[in-house]
């Protein structure tokens, strides 16, 4: 069974920083596209980051140049590094293979992220 540990939210005023962390059991993240997602109250998740097996990335036009996602393969966890947070950054982040979010499957509790103005 697939089982993603999110963690590292928290409250930060605007401007701030923040680090994701996220760890799995029952999948090898350093063969899988990862992707760091996030939810607002009645809007569907979206996807924010993604990290392929040979490392590029891609990011939300909303989060690019402020948000940076990275692997640690030996420890098997994901991580988005967060900057000049937004109040518009308020959200719970997960993370998930795009596989599995593309399925709906596998979400973790997520981490819930608040930014203040």
């Known amino acids: 069974q697939v089982h993603f540990v999110e963690s590292g939210g928290g409250l930060v005023q605007a401007g701030g920083s923040l680090r994701l962390s996220c760890a799995a059991s029952?999948?090898?993240?350093?063969?899988?596209?990862m992707g760091w997602y996030r939810q607002t109250s009645g809007k569907q998740r979206e996807r924010v980051a993604v990290?392929?097996?040979?490392?590029?990335?891609n990011y939300a036009d909303s989060v690019k140049g402020r948000f940076t996602i990275s692997t640690d393969h030996a420890k098997n966890t994901v991580a988005l590094q967060m900057n000049s947070l937004k109040p518009e950054d308020t959200a719970v982040y997960y993370c998930?293979?795009?596989?599995?979010?593309?399925?709906?499957?596998?979400w973790g509790q997520g981490t819930q992220v608040t930014v203040s103005s």
């Open positions: 990290i392929v097996p040979g490392g590029a990335t």
């Open positions: 998930n293979t795009m596989s599995f979010a593309a399925r709906d499957v596998f």
């Open positions: 029952g999948i090898t993240f350093s063969t899988n596209s």
